[in-house]
Each structure stands twice: as structure tokens, then as C-alpha cells.
């Protein structure tokens, strides 16, 4: 007989078991069932109209318990940025930012900006799209004695660029041609966002079926209930009827994101043909293709004309929204200085109090006024509450973590120490000293991103990026809290 033969024999009993379990089970509920039924069946029609509406009742709250347990948890502050905002809110925003004493000269130059378009009386169009969709050809088809870089190699334009067109019908509009959208790098799709957000009416420019990208941006515009045409660039690559077909599927794509017109186009250019000649033989010829924006320039006239009353106060309520988003980015960047700035302070404070204290524990970086004072002052910084079950859960989970780690720590702190003779008959009060430096500066850190990334106090994920914040750089965390140590206990020496 195997060695495992037992361990089989046993498996094969638990099986057993469990499948008489479930057979028992399942002719259990089904005598219940029966049972119910049967009774309801002799039961007066209106307390059959209540059992059936009760169980179904509690079915359906079943299911929304289930669905509400298992759906991925959203961070408290998953805010959509490009909500509108009107100019009294954006007002009392500009108002407390300045209190913060925050910057708030590019919002407030973005103010300008507005300001003077609204004075020229022009009507603003940004061309937007990913690189080699077709904007300066556009430009081009539609401006044909306009200075535009065009290049089939795709990405030549590096700056924001506007040009005057009198429509038809004699609107003065300012085309914009921007960056494309995922250039090298992507540092300048922001540029061009901005620039979206500043026109009166966007045209979204595709050569072909959306991407997953693509429709999140124009999903983010058309939100905005900013005036949208999507131009399908490329046409002549398309019979008439493969032409219709794609054409139907994208219209299709793009009301599900929202409300805007698929305007087929083409800007033209040159193209390799074969020509057969008289002798029978081919030569390749280059023929030009005539621009094709007809369309595009009727279904533009048409937002002008339907839109004149309110394509003002659409773009203004568009640059508000850019406004407060610079505001935010002013903000993000102040609330990291200043979380910096605690997180240093309190690093120092626990290296101060344990050197005063001399009283080693790890229990006093879990218990002590310090750590629970920190995080409270990290969630005022951001403006969101912490819960006490939270605080005590973190607390609990950095506390393991901390024990799992504390020789290692320890090893950590002696070895800086050891680059400052003369501290012998502290050593001890030291090396925790140290430890308590680098852990108050790790947690603090953690709590700081989980705050700004996630905005709230997620334990968890605090506890974990806590770990690994003890694996990077610790040595030169250590030297640089093994000095302030040192320092502490030279100046207490010099007291005494």
C-alpha cells in the first residue's frame, strides 16, 4: 500500500460526505418548497398575492445587497473635472485659492484670454485629433493660401497655430490647429485639451473606426455639450457603399458618447496610380486629389446659425472649467509641499521625543500622540475626514509590519550610527531614535499619497505602500536620521 493511498482514502470519505450533505440539503429545501406550495395553494388569494410579493421583494433586495458587496469600491473623490462650473462658483474657487495663498496667475490669464476673444467677436474652432488624422490638411482644404506644415510622416505640428477663415456665409471664424493627440512623449496633448476647451465649436477629426482613447476624449468633450462635428477624414480610401457602412457604424459609436454629426471629408493630396499606356505597358503617375469639405462646411454653418444665441455661453462655461482645473493643479501641488513639510517636521519630533524619552518601544510609533496627530494633520491638509475605525485599523496594520521588520530596522540604524563616534552609553536610545525617524517618514509619506491619489484613508493600501517605502533608500534614510540624532544629543549636551 502507497504512502498516499490514506491520504486518498480520506479525501474520498470527505467528498462523500459533503456530496450526502448537499443531497440531504436539496431534499430538504425541495419538502420545504412542497410543503409552502401546497399550503399557499389552500390559503386565500390575497395572502397569496402577499407571500408572492414579499418573496419577490426579498429577492430583489437580495440581489441589490449582492450587487452593492461585490461592485469595485470608488475612491470618495472620484470627481469628473470637467463638470461645469458657472463664474460665481469659479469666483468664491479663485477667492480661496488666493487665501491659500496659492498661484493663481495662470488661472487668472486664462480669465484674459477669454476676455479679449470675447471682445474680437470671432468664432473659435479647434481641430482635434491624434497625430496624422489630418488637421493641417484640413486647414489646407479648407485655407488652400495658408502657411501649414503638412507631412505624411505625422507629428510636425509642435504649437498651437490659428487662422482666419470668412465662412460662406460671412462668419469670421479662427481655425486652431493643435498638437496631435499621443505625440512622442504625450507631453503635448494637454496643450491641446486646453486649447479645445478655449473654442466655440470642436471638430474631432478621425480617419477611421474610434479608439478606445479617442472616445474617452471626445466622451470628455461632448459632456461639455460643447458644439461637436466628427470629421471622417479619408473618404477616398472608400466605394460608396463601404463609405455609407462606416460611416453608419461610427454615427453609431458616437451617439452612445454623446451628441455629434459623422461629416465625411477628404483634404485632398496626392496619390499613386497605375496608368496603362497605349503599348500595353504600366507607369506610375501621381494624381491630385481634389479636397472633398463641402460637407464639413454646411453642417459648420449650421452650428453657427442654430447655436448663435448660445456659442458664447458654451465656450465661457468650457474655460471656467479649464480655470478650476488649474486652480486644482495649484492646489495638488501646495497640499504635497505642505505634506512634505509635516512629514519632515514630525520625522524629527519622533526622533526628538525618543531621545528625551529613552524609553524603547515601537508601541510608542503606533500608540503615541504623534502618529495619530500627524495623521490627523495630513487629512485636514486635504480636506477629508478620517474615520476613528480607520485610524485604528491602519495603526493595527502598521504595527505588524513594523514587528515583522524591527531587527532589521535596528541592524539599519546601528550601521549609520556607526559613522558618528562617541555614542556609546546612548546607543541604544539612539538606534530606536533612528528607526523612529525613517518610520514616522515612510508612513507619513504613504498616508500623504494614499490621500492624494485615492482621496480618502485607505488602510490597506497605506500599510502596503508603508512597506515598501521601508525598502527604498532606507540606508540613506538612516544616515540622514542618525545625524539628526546625533545632533539632538550633542545640543542636549551642550544644555546640560
Known amino acids: 500500500m502507497s504512502s498516499k493511498s490514506p491520504l486518498r482514502l480520506v479525501l474520498a470519505l470527505l467528498t462523500g460526505i459533503a456530496l450526502l450533505f448537499l443531497l440531504l440539503l436539496g431534499i430538504l429545501l425541495t419538502d420545504t418548497l412542497v410543503n409552502i406550495w401546497h399550503n399557499l395553494r389552500e390559503a386565500?388569494?390575497?395572502l397569496q398575492l402577499v407571500v408572492v410579493t414579499l418573496l419577490l421583494l426579498f429577492s430583489l433586495f437580495s440581489g441589490w445587497l449582492v450587487w452593492r458587496v461585490m461592485r469595485p469600491k470608488q475612491p470618495l473623490r472620484e470627481v469628473d473635472e470637467l463638470a461645469p462650473v458657472d463664474r460665481e462658483t469659479l469666483n468664491r474657487h479663485l477667492d480661496t485659492a488666493r487665501e491659500k495663498g496659492l498661484d493663481t496667475s495662470s488661472a487668472?490669464?486664462?480669465?484674459?484670454?477669454?476676455?479679449?476673444?470675447?471682445?474680437?467677436?470671432?468664432?473659435?474652432v479647434a481641430l482635434f485629433g491624434e497625430i496624422s488624422s489630418g488637421k493641417s490638411s484640413l486647414i489646407k482644404a479648407l485655407l488652400p493660401d495658408a502657411q501649414t506644415e503638412i507631412n505624411v510622416t505625422g507629428g510636425t505640428?509642435?504649437?498651437v497655430h490659428e487662422y482666419h477663415w470668412r465662412s460662406p456665409a460671412g462668419d469670421e471664424l479662427v481655425l486652431t490647429d493643435m498638437p496631435g493627440l499621443d505625440e512622442a512623449g504625450g507631453h503635448l496633448d494637454i496643450l491641446s485639451r486646453q486649447e479645445a476647451l478655449r473654442a466655440h465649436v470642436v471638430i474631432y477629426i478621425v480617419d477611421g473606426d474610434l479608439t478606445r482613447s479617442q472616445a474617452e476624449e471626445l466622451q470628455a468633450l461632448l459632456k461639455l455639450e460643447k458644439p461637436t462635428l466628427v470629421a471622417l477624414n479619408k473618404i477616398d480610401r472608400y466605394s460608396d457603399a463601404d463609405l455609407e457602412r462606416v460611416r453608419q457604424q461610427l454615427q453609431e459609436k458616437v451617439d452612445r458618447l454623446g451628441k455629434a454629426d459623422v461629416i465625411p471629408i477628404s483634404t485632398g493630396g496626392r496619390r499613386?496610380?497605375?496608368?496603362i499606356l497605349p503599348d500595353g505597358r504600366e507607369e506610375q503617375i501621381e494624381r491630385e486629389l481634389p479636397p472633398k469639405v463641402d460637407a464639413l462646411q454646411q453642417a459648420l454653418q449650421r452650428i453657427i446659425d442654430s447655436h448663435s444665441d448660445t456659442l458664447d455661453s458654451l465656450r465661457d462655461s468650457a474655460v471656467f472649467v479649464l480655470v478650476k482645473q488649474k486652480l486644482n493643479q495649484q492646489l495638488q501641488i501646495h497640499r504635497r509641499e505642505e505634506a512634505e513639510k509635516l512629514v519632515s517636521g514630525y520625522a524629527k519630533k519622533a526622533v526628538a521625543g525618543a531621545i528625551a524619552a529613552m524609553t524603547p518601544g515601537t508601541d510608542i510609533l503606533i500608540q503615541g500622540f504623534l502618529a495619530t496627530q500627524m495623521i490627523k494633520d495630513l487629512s485636514?491638509?486635504?480636506d477629508i475626514p478620517v474615520r476613528k475605525v480607520d485610524l485604528d485599523l491602519l495603526l493595527e496594520l502598521i504595527q505588524k509590519r513594523v514587528r515583522k521588520q524591527t531587527t532589521l530596522l535596528l541592524a539599519v540604524a546601528g550601521n549609520a550610527l556607526k559613522a558618528f563616534p562617541g555614542v556609546g552609553t546612548v546607543a541604544g536610545g539612539l538606534l530606536h531614535a533612528v528607526v523612529y525617524g525613517f518610520l514616522f517618514d515612510a508612513l507619513g509619506k504613504s498616508i500623504a499619497a494614499s490621500l492624494d491619489s485615492?482621496?480618502?484613508?485607505?488602510?490597506?493600501?497605506?500599510?502596503?505602500?508603508?512597506?515598501d517605502q521601508l525598502g527604498e533608500d532606507i540606508k540613506a534614510s538612516a544616515v540622514r536620521y542618525a545625524r539628526l540624532a546625533f545632533q539632538e544629543v550633542r545640543s542636549a549636551s551642550k544644555d546640560d
Open 44 to 46: 386565500p388569494a390575497w
Open 380 to 382: 485636514r491638509l486635504y
Open 272 to 275: 499613386q496610380v497605375t496608368r
Open 454 to 467: 485615492r482621496g480618502e484613508l485607505h488602510p490597506l493600501q497605506v500599510a502596503n505602500q508603508f512597506e
Open 108 to 124: 487668472e490669464q486664462e480669465l484674459q484670454k477669454l476676455e479679449r476673444r470675447r471682445e474680437a467677436g470671432s468664432i473659435h
Open 157 to 159: 505640428t509642435q504649437d
